[in-house]
């Protein structure tokens, strides 16, 4: 099958890998034992799909096997009952622009010989063809039934050896796009191949077999994959760990990445469920452009001991005003109370530290002294955490930290002079102060400055950690 979705902008790519919804062939429980593990374990995969799609977005999602546990062993209207609670705990919140595609795992029809062939069936049937090509964001996406290939029987393996056979007589007679590859079962690697900082258990992935499973491809099937379709990254599942290792293609001697993905399923056997988000940047030549990012599922992160709340990184705009507005300082100070302050009680904020996270601060300004960090200057504190060229409308927005916070508007001036100024024409109300701007707001994008609670608390952190007794944060004043 092939379908072509093709996008000139960067496109995402959501990868699941294991969801593997606990059923009776779980862990050999059953009655209320069963029923409460099937209970907590679907929460946390239908919150964590949730959130998957809430932070991700993702126009694509691609399911990389082992839907069920027990998906090979039900019989049919049992397995009817099992999708359907499958099918309401993945529930795509946005039909008509996502689409998802779901590969076979061992768990669901076997593997190899021992592929169960009524099972086979049914998954075509119900859930959608084990082989597919997709065009996506200027790749080719090649979901293989590598678990078929690996029978003996013909008929089995048939679907499988003519996508194969296909692809490579594709490879040869035209310059096809860039070739990502998914195949449940991880390739073959030498014993003790080192996986990467990513994986959360101390082993190395290892090579055994069992009843309907194999934890890795025969190395001549592996060979084979590689020489045939020439595959630009590959993508696998099963071993519910993460694992990134680099394979050489025998008929050319070059490198190719596999990424293994982490189990979704709760009930996994790794500390953290993961998924991992694939971002595709379209390219007119053969040579592919991707980014691969692992995520953590946020429901079982909050588990993790030392994490006490979890929130979800908002965006936040503020649309630019013009205008000017001309009142004095000696009529605020009068109208506020500042004045009684300063004339009767002394105060005009010596000695205390006031971090403000604003928009920056032209620091130049001769109200300021025209100073930054030096002897006498008000200004000995701050940093700007975002950068002149921050657009959130990018597909990876630019984010420059440095350390001189100026002020490409002037929202972060107008409340300094409030708070310190101590110039000429203009005294704030603590011009004795010691002053910290914490810039976290870009500069105006088409009308309106951005930012996001990550960059903001950066700015809250620094300002802590750097002492001051007063944080002022008037964002959208």
């Known amino acids: 099958m092939r379908l072509a979705l093709d996008h000139t902008d960067p496109v995402h790519v959501a990868i699941i890998a294991d969801p593997q919804i606990v059923d009776a062939y779980s862990y ?35 399911f990389l096997g082992d839907l069920m546990d027990g998906g090979r062993e039900w019989a049919h209207t049992d397995w009817i009952k099992e999708y359907q609670r499958f099918l309401l705990l993945f529930v795509n919140r946005k039909p008509k622009s996502t689409r998802v595609y779901h590969m076979a795992g061992n768990h669901d029809i076997g593997i190899g010989n021992t592929v169960v062939q009524n099972a086979l069936q049914r998954f075509h049937e119900y859930v959608g063809p084990t082989n597919q090509i997709l065009d996506i964001g200027g790749h080719q996406i090649i979901l293989l039934d590598t678990l078929t290939l690996e029978s003996d029987n013909k008929d089995v393996r048939k679907s499988t050896q ?42 190395a992935m290892l090579s055994r077999s069992g009843y309907q499973f194999r934890d890795q491809l025969f190395q001549n099937t592996t060979e084979l994959l590689l020489n045939a379709i020439q595959p630009h990254v590959v993508f696998s599942g099963d071993d519910h760990d993460t694992c990134t290792i680099s394979h050489v ?11 293994t993905i982490g189990a979704f399923g709760w009930a996994s056997g790794v500390p953290i469920a993961s998924y991992a988000l694939l971002t595709l940047y379209p390219r007119s030549s053969n040579n592919t452009s991707f980014v691969v990012q692992n995520y953590l599922n946020p429901e079982m992160l909050a588990q993790v001991p030392g994490v006490k709340r979890i929130w979800r990184n908002r965006k936040h ?43 920056g601060v032209d620091y130049n ?14 200004w000995q504190l701050g940093k700007d955490f975002i950068g002149d060229k921050y657009d959130p409308s990018s597909e990876n927005p630019i984010i420059e930290p440095n350390d ?28 004795g102060a010691t002053l ?39 964002l959208g004043a």
């Not at 209970?39 to 949730?50: C, E, G, H, L």
């Not at 293609?249 to 190719?256: A, E």
């Not at 000017?324 to 302050?341: C, D, N, W, Y």
């Not at 100026?406 to 409340?415: A, I, K, L, Q, S």
């Open 28 to 62: 050999n429980q059953s009655g209320l034992l069963l029923r409460l593990t099937e209970f907590f374990t679907d929460i946390y995969m239908r919150k964590s799909y949730t959130a998957l799609q809430q932070l991700q977005q993702p126009p694509t999602i691609i």
């Open 162 to 203: 003519q996508t194969i056979d296909w692809l490579q007589t594709e490879r040869t007679e035209m310059q096809p796009k860039p070739r990502i590859l998914f195949t449940h079962v991880p390739m073959w690697r030498p014993p003790n191949t080192n996986c990467g900082p990513l994986r959360q258990t101390p082993y």
């Open 249 to 259: 293609i025998p008929s050319t001697n070059k490198m190719v990445t596999e990424y």
């Open 317 to 359: 705009s503020l649309t630019t005003r013009k205008g000017k507005r001309e009142i004095t300082s000696p009529f605020l100070h009068q109208m506020t109370g500042v004045a009684q302050a300063m004339q009767e009680f002394g105060l005009d904020g010596t000695g205390v530290k006031i971090g403000i996270i604003d928009t």
């Open 365 to 378: 300004h001769p109200e300021f002294g025209a100073c930054w960090k030096t002897e006498g200057c008000p």
């Open 404 to 431: 001189t916070p100026t002020d490409c508007y002037g929202h972060g001036t107008h409340v300094s002079g409030i708070i310190g100024a101590r110039g000429p024409h203009v005294q704030g109300i603590a011009p």
């Open 436 to 474: 910290g701007m914490y810039r976290a707001f870009s500069c105006p994008v088409n009308g309106t400055l951005h930012t996001d609670d990550s960059i903001i608390m950066q700015g809250m952190v620094a300002a802590h950690e750097d002492g001051c007794d007063i944080i002022n944060v008037s």
